[in-house]
């Protein structure tokens, strides 16, 4: 984030690592039914992408938009491994946003 000393940045999880002190956007934060059941394999990948992805259609769009330009959302899971932050990445390109990995 030092690399980026003009962009405020945002987490999308309730647990922020101590010592960084940013901003959550609760809207993007799974329900943690949805995240514990995941976590006790009562559901799988396919389930919690259908079920967040439900959860993100009551998204306001032009709020968090405006909330995001020109700002980043911090995630510690790399591209390729199932996230809820790859998910979030997937749901903003599918409605028209331009995601870019920062590194």
């Known amino acids: 984030m030092k690399k980026y000393p003009n ?4 987490s999308i999880s309730e647990n922020i690592p101590k010592g960084i002190n940013i901003p959550v956007i609760d809207e993007l934060v799974p329900i943690p039914t949805l995240t514990f059941s995941y976590k006790k394999e009562q559901i799988n990948e396919d389930d919690f992408r259908k079920n967040y992805f439900c959860q993100l259609q009551f998204v306001n769009r032009l709020k968090l938009g405006n909330l995001l330009q020109e700002n980043c959302i911090v995630s510690d899971r790399p591209l390729d491994v199932f996230s809820h932050a790859n998910l979030v990445v997937e749901w903003l390109e599918s409605v028209g ?4 990995e920062l590194k």
């Open 7 to 10: 962009m405020k940045f945002f």
């Open 97 to 100: 946003f331009e995601v870019q």
